[in-house]
């Protein structure tokens, strides 16, 4: 069954960065996109961005577009989200998901655990 | 970006209750629109793709509908582990948006 396993809990002082990996299981890592997502204490859902499996091309929404960093290494079925600098505000549970599409229609079915990234001094 | 506004923010219920949940969007974003439940403490699971496609393997009481730019997310009869938070996505153009999310508690 398709899984996606992430990595632990960081704790990072503001201005450093932050390196979070999502392994996956159970299916052709080439064949589908990885997109991340994260959720700051009590609030909603914020996506992130996506990078493709295959061939590690990426798309961020335009708030991560310079601090964000996506990317895969295929040959370990593994995608990383790295953060930097980190503000405060960064502090949130960021989670990765795995993207499938029916009638054209894109979504995230396959979801890793989440990984707490706290900032503080 | 494509705002999507989720109402009511919360609402209190009772197990039985029909629960019906609309989501909005700013602008035309076809059927691409899905739903999500999420439980504190877990990441969220994949309800309804498509506006109404329901996900194998999640309760058949779960139902959505599109009328325009307005969604909906229908329980019919809300069981005691219904009770979570709800966000709808638009996945028609990027940067992907999530509503704000609903809770659904105990009344």
């Known amino acids: 069954q398709v899984n996606l396993v992430q990595s632990g809990a960081e704790v990072k002082k503001p201005g450093a960065s932050v390196k979070v990996s999502c392994k996956a299981s159970?299916?052709?890592?080439?064949?589908?996109?990885i997109h991340w997502v994260r959720q700051a204490p009590g609030q909603g859902l914020e996506w992130m961005g996506w990078?493709?499996?295959?061939?590690?091309?990426?798309q961020y929404a335009e708030k991560f577009q310079y601090r964000a960093t996506l990317t895969r290494d295929a040959s370990v079925r593994t995608a990383y989200m790295e953060l930097s600098p980190l503000i405060y505000d960064d502090t949130a549970v960021y989670y990765c998901?795995?993207?499938?599409?029916?009638?054209?229609?894109?979504?995230?079915?396959?979801w890793g655990q989440g990984t707490l990234v706290t900032v503080s001094s | 970006d494509i705002q999507m506004t989720q109402s009511p923010s919360s609402l209190s219920a009772s197990v039985g209750d029909r629960v019906t949940i609309t989501c909005r969007a700013s602008?035309?974003?076809?059927?691409?629109l899905n739903w999500y439940q999420q439980k504190p403490g877990k990441a969220p699971r994949l309800l309804i793709s498509?506006?109404?496609s329901l996900q194998s393997g999640v309760p058949s009481r779960f139902s959505g509908s599109a009328s325009g730019t307005d969604f909906t997310l229908s329980i019919s009869s809300l069981q005691p582990e219904d009770f979570a938070t709800y966000y709808c996505?638009?996945?028609?153009?990027?940067?992907?948006?999530f509503g704000q999310g609903t809770r659904v508690d105990i009344k």
């Open positions: 998901a795995r993207m499938d599409s029916n009638w054209a229609v894109e979504y995230l079915q396959y």
């Open positions: 602008q035309t974003i076809s059927y691409f």
């Open positions: 498509g506006a109404s």
């Open positions: 159970g299916y052709n890592f080439n064949d589908n996109y």
């Open positions: 996505q638009q996945s028609s153009s990027s940067p992907w948006t």
């Open positions: 990078i493709n499996g295959k061939s590690g091309a990426t």
